[in-house]
Every structure is written in C-alpha cells, then in structure tokens.
C-alpha cells in the first residue's frame, strides 16, 4: 500500500523569548539583542508566551517591512518601545502551520501597502529563527523538499505530448508548475496526491485581497493571473481520469489561485464530474469554492462532487461581507452550500483565513460555534491570511477587535466542543474521509 507521507514532528521548545528582528532595508537581517520580540493580535502588540514558539518550519521565508519599525520589550526595563535599528521583519510559514500572533510594527507615513503575503511574528533565539505557530496538518504534500524540480520539467513534457491540444495541460503546466511554482499542479506532474482543474475566468465577488485579480487602483498585484479561457469537460475528463486511476491518495480539486469562480462554470463542472465518474469510481472529486451558489452545489452533489471548501475570512456576515464585497449572493448563501453538501453525506471544509485579533475573537468565536453546530461541518482548514493587516482592516473598516481568545485557545476550546470536527490545512483524500482518519495513517 502507498503510505501517504507523514513526518514524525519533533518541535523543540524555546527556553527564553527570543530577540527582535530588523532589516537594513537592503536584505540584510540582524537581531537586536536589547529588544525581546512581541506579537500583534487585531490593533494590539504584546508579549508572547514561550510555549507559542517553534522554530521556523522549512520552506519557510523573512520578509523586510519596508516603512515600519518593530515593536519590542526593553530587555532591561521591560518597556514596550521600537526598533529604531531599521525595518521590521515577518516570517511567512509554509503551508501546514498556522500564526498564533502577526508580526508587530509601528506603520510610518507613505508605507507602501505590503503584497498578499502571511506577516507572522518572528524572533531569534540560539542562532535560530522562531515563530509563534503551530503545525495543523499532518499530511506532507506541499512541503517544499518533497519537489523534485527535474521530476516535475518530465512530467509536464510527458502530459504534454500525451496531451497536445488541452488547454488546460497548457496551462497547468507553463503557468502554474513551471512559472508559479503552484504546489498543487506541480504533484500533478509528479503524478500525485491532489491535481487542480481550474475552469473559471469570472468571479461574483470581489475580494479585497483577490489573489488572482487587483484593480488597476490598488499598488499591489495578484500573485498569479486569472485563466483567460472556458475549458471544456473533455479537456477535464482527459487528464482527470488518468490521475484518479494512478495517483497515490487521489483527488481533482476545481477551483484554484489562477481562477475566478468555479460555480460560475457549475454547468461544465457537472457534465465532467458525470463523466469522470463513468470512467472511474476512485479518489475525491473536491470543490475549492466561495459557496456562493446553493443550488449549483446541489446539481454537483447529484453528479457524484464528494467534497467541498468553502474560503472564508469570516463567519460572521458584515465582516465576510466587508471583505467579500459579493455581486448577487450573500453570507447566509455560503452557509447553504456546506448543509447541502452535508444533507448529500459530502465532506465539507471551510478554508478559515486566519487573522489573530478577528479569527480568535469572542464574537467570531461565538458566530463559529453556531456554524459548526448549525451545518454539521466536517474540517476547519486553519489558513495563514495572506493580506497586509493595516490595509485588511482598514479596508472593512475594523477599528477595534475587541476582546480575543488567542488562536491556540481558540482550537483548543473547538477542539473540545466539537471532538468529530477534523483540522488540518488541505483538503483530505478519501483514504483518510472514508478510514480512520488520524490512525490509517500513522507510520
Ligand atoms: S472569490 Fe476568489 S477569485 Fe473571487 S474575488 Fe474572491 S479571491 Fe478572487
């Protein structure tokens, strides 16, 4: 049997609050060792606790701040003040671990607007670098030592000549493997685990921190252009029902980073699921969606879709409309789509952008409580926001976030609650929704 790939996780402890972080503006980074690290949460620094820090997982990466100055402790008075040394520095964490605390800074005058990327806090303690995170997923699929560059260019040669004419083999492997460097397209090169089909090129929201599309008003840019074309259910069918046949712990997830709205092209994604599964009844048919469309997820559920992820930077209507800014549907529809695909025994996760400050918040946490309870939700996707958490809350108008919980509180008093909710960080094969899910896989 192929063994889905799990590491033995070994985090060491931190025996001291490690020091501040600062940037010389030309890439350099030093430590200031008159100055202990602190962490945001909403609009607010403060300390970390030591049993919060883990040393930065691989693949991880720093990030200078340009116009902000970070904010410490006074090694010696214990007062709160900046680094005047130079500009802050974040860590952005690689996928699998979510940020307890983002990194904090005082913002200077005519700072640019940082690009749509996670800022979590970041120290240096014993030559090392640490964070204030914690590893939701198991599964190892987009860990970056698992890629291996020349497998990859071989396989996008190979589907490429298998494959001349689709389009979308074009794309997923000029644009998305081999120019984006999409974690997911470059396992369907490497012919496993989770292959993406993105299919639309228009959206019905309008997301502040869209990471396929940003107005020509905003200075920042999407992190990859949006499909220019509708590919067809055969191009689908053609690639799909190979990598369902042969992948280890398969699945074909529609809707992608390189797309609008899928349930845009619910039509098309209905007549495809119909066909893939004339040809084969194995792995997960999954949708990567904004939910936006009950009665278009119930047409895919009918057609054999076996699981969904709705993205979400909210599940309480004015701040995930704030951000949302949805054409023609509303919070309350997004809800109706997980029901539907529970009412159909689906497997339904929410992809929860988490924001230290709104995510852990008592209100946020009591308007999740009701979320889960009310659609009988099967995972929570711990998700780094990928946004600059000045403009983010700025933007949707969040002045004060009031009273928080933490983040690790906040998993811990959901993981209490609701003991049957799975959390992780991708979206599971169905080895692991149909089999034990924690032991099937235990080493
Ligand atoms: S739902 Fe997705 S594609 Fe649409 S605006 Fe939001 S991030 Fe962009």
Redesign the pocket.
Known sequence: MDVLPLPLIMQATLPASPYILYSDGKGTIFEDRSLYTTGRSGWDALPIAQDEWIELPAGGQLYELPGRRGIGIDVKTGEMRLCEKGWAVAAFLSPAYTGLYLAAYETGAGAPTLPLFCYTAAGWHNEKIWVPAVRIENDIRQESVGFDEKKIRSGVERLFEAYPHNRLVQHLGNNCALTYHCPAARNFFMGRWECPVPSSPA?N???IG????QPESETITSTQDRLVFKPTAEEIVEFTVPHLETAPYPIVSFGQGC???PLLMWETIREAILEIRKHTPKGSININT?GSRPAAVEALCRAGLNSIRV?TNSVRKSIYEAY?RPNNYQFEDIVESIKVVRRHGGWASINYFVFPGMTDSADEYEALRTLIRDTDLSMIQWRNFNIDPDWYLGKIGVTDTGEFLGVKQLQELIREEFPHLRFGYFNPPMERIKGNYEHDFAH
């Not at 869209?210 to 599309?213: D, G, K, L, P, V």
Request: glycine share 8%; with cysteine.
């Open positions: 959206c929201a309008n997301c869209c990471i396929s599309f797309e609008g709205e904004n993205s949302y």
